[in-house]
């Protein structure tokens, strides 16, 4: 059974940083991707950034040049680096692996609350 589980969320004033952690365990492909959404109370769940295990990574233009993902193959955890925080990115923060077989699989950890104050 694969779990996902978030850590890292909290309260930061504008200007500063955070950084989210996520591990993966049980039966995880050696092909994936993993990556982080948020959602922020009344709007709809939306891509932050996501990479794959090759190394690819993509991001949304609200946070390109402020965050950064990474990740660890081995460990089977993904991070995210936020720089210069601005009170838009308060949402509840997820994280998502998404593997492929026959059909997709995505998991979800049970997310982690960043705000971000003015």
């Known amino acids: 059974q694969v779990q996902v589980v978030e850590s890292g969320g909290g309260l930061v004033q504008a200007g500063g940083s955070l950084r989210l952690s996520c591990a993966a365990s049980?039966?995880?492909?050696?092909?994936?991707?993993m990556g982080w959404y948020r959602q922020a109370p009344g709007k709809q769940r939306e891509l932050v950034a996501v990479t794959t295990s090759g190394g690819t990574t993509n991001y949304a233009d609200s946070v390109k040049g402020r965050f950064t993902i990474s990740r660890d193959n081995a460990k089977k955890m993904v991070f995210l680096q936020m720089n210069s925080l601005k009170p838009e990115d308060t949402a509840v923060y997820y994280c998502n692996l998404r593997q492929f077989s026959l059909h997709v699989y995505d998991y979800w950890g049970q997310g982690t609350q960043v705000t971000v104050s003015s």
């Open positions: 049980g039966s995880i492909f050696s092909t994936n991707v």
